[in-house]
């Protein structure tokens, strides 16, 4: 599940497309992560709120995720008298933090034709072809399959492709029947469904964050609990603020050289608009500079955010 510093926005940016009733989308094991613990930014509170005139099976779903000792002040939320503008205003909290939860799990195929553009330097996996060489991996947060693939283009005897959204895993399974050395997991960073010491190499490219909902200390225990002593971790595209997170954790950066600007290339025209106006509603300049250019491809540096050039790795020591 690509989350880069692309898609990870700390503020509400954007026209949200979503509306509450689409938090169904989500199974019960995701909607205990959002109500448990506040997170993805989201409290119960503002959850209760937003929940204000849903349908009572809805409700009631929900509240059933909702931790025992926090229901009975869950419920009292649910019934607390709010005008319509506060439950519009907590609505919009919710679901633009849940913008890219929704995404993935709602409309997978949008976020993969958003994704397929995202061309990696090809210098990474040229630089970590030796490492995954003959090599049984795992890659975790793996969407729709963007570094699956490219480890078995570099030599991967076996990926196993750990994925928590339901829409992304189908567009992983219809790619992976192309191949016997796919295996796909329903799994998240804090559960990965894999033994001990099972992996040579644990990699995650634009979705490892130091964020606990999108690994953190919970997550980077996962991996190298996975993984083989003397392995690797690698993580592929890092967001910037979680450079000195990880260096701190003992990981080496790498950054390759950039000698013709890194774009985006979208399907189509059509498509370019559309991603733009959907994932970057926020940053105009990305529309007007399709609408005047009439490309389909966009720089990075347009959209505002670091081009997919570098990754950090660390061995594991047990």
Request: charged letters at 20%.
């Amino acid at each position: 599940m690509a989350m880069s510093e692309a898609h990870v926005h700390p503020e509400p940016l954007f026209d949200n497309p979503f509306h509450i009733e689409d938090l169904l989308v989500f199974d019960d094991a995701m909607l205990m992560r959002i109500v448990a613990h506040g997170g993805f930014g989201v409290t119960s509170e503002q959850l209760a709120h937003g929940l204000h005139g849903a349908p009572s099976a809805m409700l009631t779903r929900v509240t059933h995720c909702v931790p025992s000792k926090q229901r009975a002040a869950f419920r009292a939320e649910l019934v607390r008298p709010l005008s319509q503008a506060q439950v519009v205003q907590a609505q919009k909290r919710v679901l633009d933090s849940l913008f890219w939860e929704l995404t993935y799990w709602k409309t997978p195929h949008l976020y993969e034709e958003l994704t397929e553009g995202e061309t990696l330097h090809p210098g990474i996996f040229l630089q970590l072809a030796a490492t995954l060489r003959d090599k049984t991996v795992l890659d975790v947060g793996a969407g729709s399959g963007r570094a699956t693939f490219e480890c078995l283009r570099h030599g991967a005897m076996l990926v196993h492709a750990v994925e928590p959204s339901p829409g992304l895993l189908r567009i992983l399974n219809q790619k992976k029947a192309l191949s016997q050395r796919v295996i796909a997991h329903e799994g998240r960073f804090d559960a990965i469904p894999l033994p001990d010491s099972s992996v040579d190499v644990a990699l995650s490219c634009s979705a490892f964050t130091a964020l606990p909902e999108q690994g953190g200390e919970g997550g980077l225990a996962e991996l190298q609990r996975v993984t083989k002593h003397g392995g690797k971790i690698i993580i592929i595209w890092p967001r910037i603020e979680d450079h000195a997170w990880l260096e701190a954790h003992s990981f080496r950066y790498v950054a390759l050289p950039v000698r013709r600007e890194m774009r985006i290339q979208f399907r189509s025209l059509q498509s370019a608009l559309q991603c733009a106006r959907l994932f970057y509603a926020h940053n105009k300049a990305v529309v007007q500079y399709v609408l005047k250019r009439q490309r389909a491809d966009v720089p990075f540096s347009i959209i505002g955010i670091n081009p997919p050039c570098d990754y950090y790795w660390c061995i594991v020591k047990k």
